[in-house]
Nanobody, 115 residues
Framework: QVQLVESGGGLVQAGGSLRLSCAAS????????TGWYRQAPGKQRELVAL???????NYASTVKGRFTISRDTPKNTLYLQMNSLKPEDTAVYYC?????????WGQGTQVTVSS
């Protein structure tokens, strides 16, 4: 079985910081998480940040300069450092591991930013 598990969400005041982690595991199949997405109430799930195999990163314009995506390859873990958080960042954050046959998603971790 393959699995993605996010952690690190919580409640933080505007201007604060959080670091999200996404741990990937697989007994037979190896999956590599490469992207962070978020979904706010009443809105579509949207891309937050993406990292390619060569380390190139891509960010949504709304988070660029505030969020940083990174990975620990030996641990097969994806991270999202979120600084200068805004109430608009409030959402459930998901990590994603795309494959040729299926997109794997974690269960999500709630991030709530208060004013």
């Amino acid at each position: 079985q393959v699995q993605l598990v996010e952690s690190g969400g919580g409640l933080v005041q505007a201007g604060g910081s959080l670091r999200l982690s996404c741990a990937a595991s697989g007994k037979i199949y190896r999956i590599t998480p490469t992207g962070w997405y978020r979904q706010a109430p009443g809105k579509q799930r949207e891309l937050v940040a993406l990292i390619t195999s060569d380390g190139t990163t891509n960010y949504a314009s709304t988070v660029k300069g505030r969020f940083t995506i990174s990975r620990d390859t030996p641990k097969n873990t994806l991270y999202l450092q979120m600084n200068s958080l805004k109430p608009e960042d409030t959402a459930v954050y998901y990590c994603n591991a795309p494959t040729a046959w299926y997109d794997y998603w974690g269960q999500g971790t709630q991030v709530t930013v208060s004013s």
